[in-house]
């Protein structure tokens, strides 16, 4: 996360962004690891930063069989915080708290056969949490 705030915060990226940023990739990393990679530390998880005029990409990569994003869509309904981590198993927060983050996900498989998350962020404009929307 240090290397990929450097990188950003050498770009002048606002500081809203920047959190964004960080935030959903520290998530999609987690979820990586731990979904994608069933948590054996000999499987490599990278990181790629691409930045285009118009808007800054991260995408993370795993060896996992993926997951469609557009098949998680937020709830109807938004659960009450305390409901859902009184669940047995409250998951589903990665998702939801990349969606709030980044302007855009997109997963797909590499011609290597790496599964991807792919982070879009527009480079004009504050942090999607801090916009009219």
């Not at 069989?65 to 557009?70: F, L, N, S, T």
């Not at 997963?107 to 290597?112: I, L």
Request: hydrophobic share 40%.
């Amino acid at each position: 996360m240090r290397d990929i705030a450097s990188a950003i915060g050498d770009l002048n990226a606002p500081e809203p962004r920047l959190d964004d940023m960080l935030t959903a990739v520290a998530e999609a990393c987690l979820n990586a690891i731990e979904h994608g990679n069933g948590e054996r530390a000999e499987l490599p998880v990278q990181v790629t930063f691409l930045v285009c005029d118009d808007k800054y990409a991260l995408r993370v990569r795993d060896c996992g069989a993926g997951i469609d994003a557009a098949t998680l869509r937020p709830p109807a309904k938004e659960e009450n915080v305390r409901t859902k981590l009184g669940w047995d198993n409250p998951r589903g927060w990665g998702m939801r708290l990349m969606r709030h983050c980044a302007d855009s996900i997109h997963t797909g498989f590499e011609t290597d056969g790496l599964f991807y998350v792919e982070l879009q962020f527009a480079r004009s404009g504050l942090g999607k949490g801090e916009r009219d929307e």
